[in-house]
């Protein structure tokens, strides 16, 4: 029986169809197109030989990684014969990393992204004191729990503020990311948390993947407050871990690592005391013998010194005194200034009536009405009077040119 090309290779098509209906086949990815409908091609292949593969758009959006050349990988499904050339394919259904787990060639495929975008590089200081910390994880939680206790034990004085957090499924993801965003809106205002911690305890890879999620790590990127991921144990190692500003083994060593001791601070302030004491005795001897040298040179000087002292003391003395007695004198004299100023005036007035007196015998002297030279006249208040007037008893005066002198009449 002849056979055409057409009908040979429609035999071979439904012999495939029908043999080869779910296969599962190992082999490296080479030659990888996405199509711009979103169906993949590539070849798979070994060292001897290679077979073309397709994959349509709805089994690509369902794979949870990124296929790549050089991939080692196990595809699923049915052989199918393309008629027109004669060729055949299989036609995928899955495909699942060979080797590794599928979570973990993800995880392997976003941490080399990341790190091409500069997401490990740049990294925030940590506060050696912080005053506010907010912690990102199960209110439930024994991790809350161990974190709370360490913190109490090691410094009493940070504010710790725990924001209810999925840590476990698929919206985990979305609420890790939106309450980074969260807690980071405070920076820049009083109310601003020196340090964001985001963890929770031990699980499996499943149970911790949401710290695994590209969605988290931009949050942490992008935060302007420092993070810290402390997810699972130590031997857990998140995409979390490689994005944050400081990865922490644990929960509780994230306190241990962020906090300071209080008991080593007390430890070090008593050794400071301790040195601080040291040093001032130390200085207080130094300065003793310094003190004891110069009051020794001093001693040496001190005739010399005193003597000049009380020189100058007897200087200062004596002036002082010279001072005192100006300023008494000055002060008598203001006292006795009226005084002086009225013994004045008697002195003026007893010369002026001493003048007066000369005046009036020389007038008495030549008064016409005098009788007889050197014969007195009898006055009586200033007038002359006849001897007949006058009564026995009464005081007159004598005047003559020379004297003027009282008598009494009898």
């Not at 030989?49 to 758009?57: A, L």
């Not at 993947?209 to 407050?225: K, L, M, P």
């Not at 922490?248 to 601070?265: H, R």
Request: net charge neutral; with cysteine.
């Amino acid at each position: 029986m002849i056979l055409g090309v057409s009908e040979l290779n429609a035999q071979i098509k439904a012999l495939m169809d029908s043999t080869f209906l779910q296969v599962q086949v190992q082999g490296e990815i080479s030659n990888l197109t996405i199509h711009t409908s979103g169906h993949m091609y590539f070849s798979l292949k070994d060292a001897n030989s290679q077979v073309r593969c397709v994959m349509f758009r709805g089994n690509v959006n369902a794979l949870k990684f990124e296929p790549k050349d050089g991939i080692s990988v196990v595809v699923s499904g049915g052989i199918s014969v393309y008629t027109p050339r004669g060729e055949y394919q299989i036609q995928c259904k899955s495909m699942i990393p060979e080797g590794i787990g599928e979570l973990t060639l993800r995880f392997l495929q976003l941490k080399e992204t990341l790190q091409q975008k500069g997401y490990f590089e740049s990294k925030k200081p940590i506060p050696p004191y912080p005053k506010r910390i907010a912690i990102l994880t199960s209110l439930s939680g024994a991790a809350l729990q161990d974190m709370l206790k360490v913190a109490k034990k090691r410094w009493r004085l940070t504010k710790i503020v725990a924001i209810n957090t999925l840590v476990q499924g698929n919206e985990a993801k979305d609420s890790i990311a939106r309450n980074i965003a969260y807690a980071d809106s405070f920076f820049g205002t009083p109310q601003a948390f020196d340090v964001i911690v985001i963890g929770r305890g031990g699980g499996s890879i499943e149970d911790l993947w949401a710290f695994n999620e590209e969605v988290v790590a931009d949050a942490i990127f992008h935060a302007r407050t420092p993070i810290v991921s402390a997810v699972g144990h130590e031997v857990d190692t998140m995409i979390s871990d490689f994005v944050a500003d400081l990865r922490a083994p644990t929960p509780s060593a994230a306190m241990e690592m962020i906090l300071p001791d209080s008991q080593e601070w007390l430890m070090r302030l008593d050794e400071m005391g301790r040195l601080h004491e040291n040093m001032f005795l130390s200085l207080y001897a130094s300065k003793y013998e310094i003190l004891k040298h110069i009051l020794a040179l001093l001693q040496a000087k001190n005739r010399e010194s005193t003597i000049r002292t009380q020189c100058e003391q007897v200087a200062f003395l004596r002036q002082n005194l010279v001072n005192v007695a100006r300023t008494f004198l000055q002060d008598k004299e203001a006292e006795i200034s009226p005084f002086y100023q009225a013994l004045r005036f008697e002195r003026l007035l007893d010369s002026k009536q001493k003048v007066i007196e000369s005046l009036r015998y020389t007038l008495l002297a030549l008064n016409p009405q005098q009788t007889k030279k050197d014969l007195a006249q009898v006055l009586q208040n200033g007038k002359v009077v006849a001897l007949e007037h006058l009564q026995s008893g009464e005081i007159v005066e004598l005047v003559d040119t020379t004297a003027i002198k009282q008598a009494k009449i009898l």
